[in-house]
């Protein structure tokens, strides 16, 4: 992941934060900030968990409403048997990926989901490296991606994101229930709006949505819970009296 020790100050930095004040804080404002806020407490997340880009990959489906912790064998036992890439993945039958991703939850329709995934890398050009795939453009790849089966907005935007390394910020529920909880009306916009006020509020930049999306999972899981943990929580100076 390039550039992420440069991320301390990567964003065009607002006039007046306003620390002071939380409730006046405009929604791009407060986006800046929770950067910010969280990065100098946290540092530097290294994501996305995985060695490789095609780890990744797999990753962005087998994660599909299943713990990571699941997940990792999983990955490792694709890896282990040298079927991780999509050029491998592709030439399997749908009976013999179930066998391998037997303990990762919906495993019959993450393999269906995988495969084509898998067979739409592969009749790219995908060489397991992001260069590969770099004659076709942002908003063109997003638009297939999307179109394949299993293949909703977030896990299309980290494939994006983490994978072809391209400029899309990725929205999940940490996201808006940090947001929600903070008093932010755009808590409630539809996933391309809040997608669109993220990217008008900051520098369109991978490294710096890398690190800010992973950041907002890292604050959701240890703070920002279903329970809100807000006593030591970096962003709690956020919030209104
Ligand atoms: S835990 Fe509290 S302070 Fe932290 S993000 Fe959630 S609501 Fe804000």
Avoid at 14 to 43: I, Q, S
Wanted: aromatic share 8%; hydrophobic share 35%; net charge negative.
């Amino acid at each position: 992941m390039s550039g992420v020790n440069d991320l301390s100050s990567p964003m065009q930095q607002p006039e007046v934060v306003g620390r002071k004040e939380p409730a006046m804080l405009t929604d791009c404002h407060f986006l800046r900030e929770v950067y910010t806020l969280l990065f100098d407490h946290y540092g530097p997340q290294h994501w996305w968990p995985g060695d490789t880009p095609d780890e990744i990959l797999a990753g962005c489906v087998l994660s599909q409403n299943t713990r990571w912790e699941r997940v990792v064998p999983v990955i490792e036992g694709l890896k282990q048997a040298g079927i991780l890439s999509p050029s491998r993945l592709a030439e399997l039958t749908l009976e013999d990926l179930t066998g391998y991703l037997h303990d990762s939850g919906t495993y019959r329709r993450k393999s269906e989901y995988l495969l084509e995934l898998a067979a739409y890398f592969t009749e790219n050009g995908w060489t397991s490296d992001c260069d590969s795939m770099a004659h076709t453009d942002t908003d063109r790849l997003r638009c297939e991606l999307l179109s394949l089966r299993g293949i909703g907005p977030e896990t299309a935007d980290c494939i994006m994101l983490y994978v072809l390394k391209r400029p899309v910020f990725v929205i999940d529920a940490y996201t808006r229930r940090i947001l929600d909880r903070h008093g932010m009306e755009s808590a409630h916009a539809s996933y391309p709006e809040l997608q669109a006020l993220f990217h008008r509020s900051l520098e369109r930049d991978v490294s710096l949505f890398n690190e800010y999306h992973a950041l907002l999972v890292r604050c959701g899981k240890e703070f920002c819970r279903p329970k809100p943990l807000c006593e030591g929580c970096p962003l709690a100076r956020l919030l209104g009296e």
